[in-house]
């Protein structure tokens, strides 16, 4: 626990000196133009870590609704894992294969890393800043999920052991007990969240986000996660990306559809209901 610690407390520091602004880099300069950039990854990530800090009301109340609504999720975990299992074999072997292999974090990288390296070379900033904010956003919500992991320690459905049993508190990961929350569904919808800021058409984001959720739902269908883990994984995800999309809007001069409607998420509850309302 004190190793854990000690690692929790360099974080902070690192991100802390990494908070300073980052120079503008000098044009026509590849190699300046990527330190530029690879500094922006980690600041977005400082930034992102630091955001609850300066959290007011509004803030506060949508965490709120988020701890009530996984709570909530929580409470039919076990129900809705057996649901799921009543019809698991009918879901096609390549829409598992995608799951399992697109939340991936080494396939993961490779796709952002392209993203960016198209950008940067062809000198397309919006493409780089696209890649910037897809590698950020990642490499923050992966260390997060694996230092939780570690910490809460929550029983997989495939343990065999229910929704509610536990073993905390781990400097060394525990398999099977490493639910929570759910790497797979937090990178593959951080993608589809944040490609989807290239577009204005809803039916274009509503079809990206769809496509990002299929991760996280086959986790739960082969037993790797509870859904109340992806539904956390996946609202957190859209949050890091938020504020990492927000930190940059500062160090680049390339936006992201400025005259589009903003996109709102909101928990729905009801007689025997829960679930995640998106109005475009």
Same mark, same amino acid.
């Given at each position: 626990?004190?190793?854990?610690?000690?690692?929790?407390?360099?974080?902070?520091? %690192?991100?802390?000196?990494?908070?300073?602004?980052?120079?503008?880099?000098?044009?026509?300069?590849?190699?300046?133009?990527?330190?530029?950039?690879?500094?922006?990854?980690?600041?977005?990530?400082?930034?992102?870590?630091?955001?609850?800090? !300066?959290?007011? @009301?509004?803030?506060? @109340?949508?965490?709120?609704?988020?701890?009530?609504?996984?709570?909530?999720?929580?409470?039919?975990?076990?129900?809705?894992?057996?649901?799921?299992?009543?019809?698991?074999?009918?879901?096609?072997?390549?829409?598992?294969?995608?799951?399992?292999?697109?939340?991936?974090?080494?396939?993961?990288?490779?796709?952002?890393?392209?993203?960016?390296?198209?950008?940067?070379?062809?000198?397309?900033?919006?493409?780089?800043?696209?890649?910037?904010? +897809?590698?950020?956003? #990642?490499? #923050?919500?992966?260390?997060?999920?694996?230092?939780?992991?570690? $910490?809460?320690?929550?029983?997989?459905?495939?343990?065999?052991?229910?929704?509610?049993?536990?073993?905390? $508190? !781990?400097?060394?990961?525990?398999?099977?007990?490493? %639910?929570?929350?759910?790497? !797979?569904?937090?990178? #593959?919808?951080?993608?589809?969240?944040? *490609?989807?800021?290239?577009?204005?058409?809803?039916?274009?984001? &509503?079809?990206?986000?769809?496509?990002?959720? *299929?991760? @996280?739902?086959?986790?739960?269908?082969? @037993?790797?996660?509870?859904?109340?883990?992806? &539904?956390? %994984?996946? &609202?957190?995800?859209?949050?890091?990306?938020?504020? $990492?999309?927000?930190?940059?809007?500062?160090?680049?001069?390339?936006?992201?559809?400025?005259?589009?409607?903003?996109?709102?998420?909101?928990?729905?509850?009801? +007689?025997?209901?829960?679930?995640? %309302?998106?109005?475009?």
């Amino acid at each position: 626990m004190e190793k854990l610690a000690s690692i929790l407390v360099l974080l902070c520091f %690192s991100f802390n000196a990494l908070a300073q602004d980052v120079p503008g880099p000098k044009k026509d300069k590849l190699w300046n133009e990527f330190t530029y950039d690879m500094g922006n990854v980690f600041n977005g990530m400082g930034y992102s870590y630091s955001r609850p800090a !300066h959290w007011q @009301g509004e803030q506060w @109340g949508n965490f709120g609704m988020l701890t009530a609504g996984t709570l909530a999720l929580f409470l039919v975990d076990d129900e809705v894992y057996n649901w799921t299992q009543e019809w698991e074999e009918d879901v096609p072997q390549s829409i598992k294969d995608y799951g399992h292999k697109y939340g991936n974090p080494n396939n993961n990288y490779m796709f952002t890393g392209a993203v960016y390296l198209t950008g940067l070379f062809t000198k397309n900033e919006k493409l780089r800043r696209t890649g910037v904010l +897809l590698i950020s956003s #990642a490499t #923050a919500g992966g260390l997060l999920q694996q230092v939780s992991k570690r $910490i809460v320690g929550r029983a997989r459905p495939k343990s065999g052991d229910s929704s509610g049993t536990f073993d905390p $508190i !781990h400097l060394d990961r525990v398999f099977n007990y490493d %639910s929570f929350p759910s790497g !797979h569904a937090m990178l #593959a919808f951080s993608n589809a969240y944040a *490609i989807g800021k290239q577009f204005k058409s809803p039916w274009i984001k &509503a079809g990206l986000y769809t496509v990002g959720m *299929i991760p @996280g739902m086959v986790r739960v269908l082969d @037993g790797f996660h509870w859904i109340s883990d992806v &539904a956390f %994984s996946t &609202a957190l995800s859209i949050f890091i990306v938020e504020s $990492i999309d927000k930190y940059l809007d500062k160090k680049y001069s390339e936006k992201y559809n400025d005259t589009r409607k903003e996109v709102d998420w909101s928990l729905q509850f009801g +007689l025997n209901t829960v679930g995640v %309302s998106v109005s475009f």
